[in-house]
């Protein structure tokens, strides 16, 4: 058949297997181009059944798609099967849910995203568990399909534009023309370019759009949108990274302009890549230090302590600054230790030895971000000021020894000229 019709290929007609399809613009035209497929088909002795054929149509089903005059939308019958698809209970039913549901993926924004928890139940040794997060994104993709919209058909006469961004989501890309999408497609990242910097994903989406839609790309400038504005210097930058040069590979034989948009006009791929996804944790683990402990158990015992920690127990707004986060007692967000000095020698050592020594690591601990992200400085007592500047002469007696010791085992080099 391709052979037959060869003369007409991808210029008013295309061919998949035993279905024509003769595109015009106008009547004219329409009854000039059958007149020249229906003697190309007499030529070569092909047969046509009358009532398999529709002549001057405005609109018609193609291969699972609608063909109008504003352009090409999803069928209606398969989105009704796909609407009506129960939900699967094997990996065999889901594989068919999503081969049908694929098909049409390009007009469907975030497509790769939205569907990323069932194709892991796809994976080898998953098992087949259904969660609610699966439900609801079986129930996204069936909405989703039924509200697609119309992709314009694709015009060679006229440039290209993709617009491509990324996030810690996902990567997304949508090809159109005079403002009119001709394709979406969306991918979510896989575990090792999860961890790729902003710089290499928004790199990823491009090769990503250039890689799916080369074929159209191929056949005049075309135009890559994006919102880092230091992509815009590729061709004048050293390729360092494997992302650079792995861009600059593909690009490499056609004719582009890369060109900065600002994410807020960036709206289109800013949404493919940035869907939210709902996240689930089996397990949280946190380190909690050991002094902090020892904070919490020496309120036993001390009356002004307990007396604090009921009152704040039956109601935490009766005291002014006060606040029990955790069972910890903070006065203005910083961890409250009581008239406690041997408490607060033990918090200040454990504090003091950290990574860092020097004479003024005291004064800087007791001014930094607090305990398990609380923000504000870490601990308080009354009064503060003089009995901070005592213990720290006191930590530092103990502390800087350790520190000469450390060094002096230290080979440094010794100057020229000197032995």
Request: hydrophobic content about 40%; charged content about 15%.
């Amino acid at each position: 058949m391709n052979c037959t019709l060869a003369p007409g290929l991808r210029k008013f007609m295309i061919v998949f297997f035993d279905d024509i399809l003769v595109y015009s613009n106008s009547l004219e035209e329409r009854l000039d181009h059958l007149k020249q497929v229906l003697s190309w088909l007499r030529k070569d002795q092909w047969k046509l059944k009358l009532s398999k054929c529709s002549f001057a149509q405005r609109s018609i089903a193609y291969l699972g798609h609608v063909l109008i005059a504003a352009g090409v939308s999803t069928d209606p019958t398969k989105v009704q099967a796909i609407q009506e698809w129960p939900v699967p209970s094997t990996a065999r039913q889901l594989h068919g849910f999503l081969g049908l549901a694929g098909y049409y993926r390009k007009f469907v924004r975030n497509f790769g995203i939205i569907a990323h928890p069932l194709t892991q139940l796809l994976k080898k040794d998953v098992p087949f568990v259904w969660t609610p997060s699966q439900q609801s994104t079986f129930s996204d993709l069936q909405q989703a399909l039924s509200s697609a919209p119309i992709l314009a058909l694709p015009d060679f006469s006229q440039p290209f534009h993709i617009d491509t961004d990324a996030s810690g989501v996902g990567i997304g890309a949508v090809l159109h023309q005079n403002g009119h999408p001709i394709a979406f497609i969306s991918k979510a990242p896989c575990p090792r370019n999860r961890g790729l910097s902003a710089y290499e994903k928004e790199y990823l989406a491009i090769l990503l759009a250039v890689e799916h839609w080369r074929h159209y790309l191929l056949h005049g400038e075309f135009f890559i949108h994006t919102d880092h504005q230091s992509l815009t210097h590729l061709n004048e930058q050293w390729l360092n990274t494997v992302w650079q040069q792995k861009v600059f590979t593909k690009l490499l034989g056609l004719n582009y302009k890369i060109v900065y948009k600002k994410g807020a006009d960036n709206t289109v791929a800013d949404a493919l890549s940035r869907r939210d996804i709902e996240e689930s944790a089996l397990a949280i683990s946190s380190a909690t230090p050991q002094w902090l402990s020892d904070v919490v158990n020496s309120y036993s015992g001390n009356p002004e302590a307990e007396k604090l920690l009921t009152q704040l127990a039956v109601n935490p707004n009766s005291l002014p600054h006060f606040s029990l986060v955790n069972g910890v007692i903070r006065y203005k967000r910083r961890i409250w230790l009581a008239h406690d000095p041997k408490l607060q020698s033990l918090v200040l050592e454990a504090l003091h030895s950290s990574s860092h020594w020097g004479d003024t690591q005291v004064s800087q601990l007791l001014t930094r971000s607090s305990v398990n992200s609380s923000s504000g400085p870490v601990c308080t007592w009354p009064p503060m000021s003089l009995s901070a500047a005592v213990i720290s002469a006191s930590v530092l007696s103990r502390t800087v020894p350790r520190v000469q010791a450390f060094y002096s085992r230290c080979p440094f080099p010794q100057p020229l000229g000197r032995s």
